[in-house]
């Protein structure tokens, strides 16, 4: 059975940083494409990052400024997000492998 667990969320200042941890069991992360999502209160999730093997992609919205990475040997995929700002407020799930995390609140406030 296949599981993701985020992890890494919490209350960060505008402008501050947080790596978010998308740990996988079941299978591997290797050979599937991984992404990450978000939900603001009272709006619709959001794709915001995907990787897949070498190649990565990003939502316009977080381009130059979130990274997204895997670590093969730990099983995990991360999202390391930088510069953030109140627009970015949300949980954050990852999903792959028809499978989704149950999700991980970033809060960004001074």
């Known amino acids: 059975q296949v599981q993701l667990v985020e992890s890494g969320g919490g209350l960060v200042q505008p402008g501050g940083s947080l790596r978010l941890s998308c740990a996988a069991s079941g299978s591997s992360v290797r050979f599937t494409a991984i992404d990450w999502y978000r939900q603001a209160a009272g709006n619709q999730r959001e794709w915001v990052a995907g990787i897949s093997g070498s190649f990565t992609s990003y939502a316009d919205s977080v381009k130059g400024r979130f990274t997204i990475s895997r670590n093969d040997a730990a099983n995990t995929v991360y999202l390391q997000m930088n510069s953030l700002n109140s627009e970015d407020a949300a949980v954050y799930y990852c999903?792959?492998?028809?499978?989704w995390g149950q999700g991980t609140q970033v809060t960004v406030a001074s």
């Open positions: 999903t792959g492998m028809s499978t």
